[in-house]
């Protein structure tokens, strides 16, 4: 079975302040995906990024960076310099890389609120 | 450039009452179609995916079904409102066409808001 946790429910930081976001993931399959989701008050989910777990390196996207560590089954995403439009509901997901019956799933974690505050 | 659609935007139905939800894909072909609930703004689940016309898969028993009746279009339907039927109804679409691609990525419509009271 899979799982991903997102300890942090909510976060609240003031703008410019950096913040990480964490995400553990549990899984049985060798290969798989990992993504990062953005969910702004308007609800629909925008994606961030995939990583695949053969590859370790990290990831920089301007003010965004992911860190993927698979000996300790975490993908934590951290912001920069946050701002106020930063603010949402951030997922993690983990999805098998074959097929079979995980075909195609979507494993979410709970989600964390991130609040950046003026 | 690919585009998903989902109507309504938001619907407010009385307990008993029948459902249809309707999503769209534009921009490609033969897309493996999903629909998620998302309940209390938190926690996305898988309810359906559909590969092809006529081929959905149900991840949960539920009052819902599914149906995809053409190549770019997903329903979700309920013959009954339960009020545990309320909640943020997510469409996502990823490349298909018979196989998948091992990079696949679900990209997600706008959601439709339902209150059943």
């Known amino acids: 079975a899979q799982k991903v946790t997102q300890a ?4 609240s930081v003031v703008e410019k302040e950096d913040v ?3 995400c553990v993931y549990e899984t049985r399959d060798t290969t798989y995906y990992l993504f990062w989701y953005k969910q702004p008050p308007s609800g629909e989910l925008v ?10 390196q ?9 860190n993927f560590q698979k000996s300790t089954s975490s993908f934590n995403f951290t912001i920069t310099a946050s701002q106020v439009v930063d603010s949402a509901v951030y997922f993690c997901a983990l999805r098998p890389a074959a097929g079979g019956t995980s075909y195609g799933k979507l494993t979410f974690g709970q989600g964390t609120i991130l609040t950046v505050h003026p | 450039s690919q585009t998903i659609h989902q109507w309504p935007a938001t619907l407010v139905q ?5 459902l249809s939800l309707e999503c769209t894909v534009e921009g490609t072909s033969n897309p493996n179609l999903y629909w998620y609930r998302q309940a209390a703004g938190r926690g996305l689940q898988l309810l359906f995916y559909s590969v092809g016309i006529g081929q959905i ?13 053409q190549d ?12 545990s039927d309320s909640g943020f109804y997510l469409c996502a679409w990823s490349l298909g066409g018979g196989f998948t691609p091992p990079q696949e990525t679900q990209y997600f419509g706008p959601g439709t808001r339902l209150l059943v009271l």
């Not at chain 1, 942090?8 to 976060?11: A, G, L, S, V, Y």
């Not at chain 2, 009052?63 to 995809?68: D, F, Q």
């Open chain 1, 8 to 11: 942090q429910t909510e976060i």
């Open chain 1, 20 to 22: 990480t976001l964490d």
């Open chain 1, 47 to 56: 994606f961030l990024i995939r990583r695949n777990s053969f590859d370790e």
């Open chain 1, 58 to 66: 990290n990831e920089i996207s301007g003010r965004y960076s992911w």
């Open chain 2, 14 to 18: 009385p307990v008993g009452s029948p």
């Open chain 2, 57 to 69: 898969s149900s991840e949960v028993p539920q009052n819902l079904s599914a149906s995809r009746p």
């Open chain 2, 72 to 83: 770019r279009q997903f329903i979700l339907s309920s013959k009954k409102l339960l009020l």
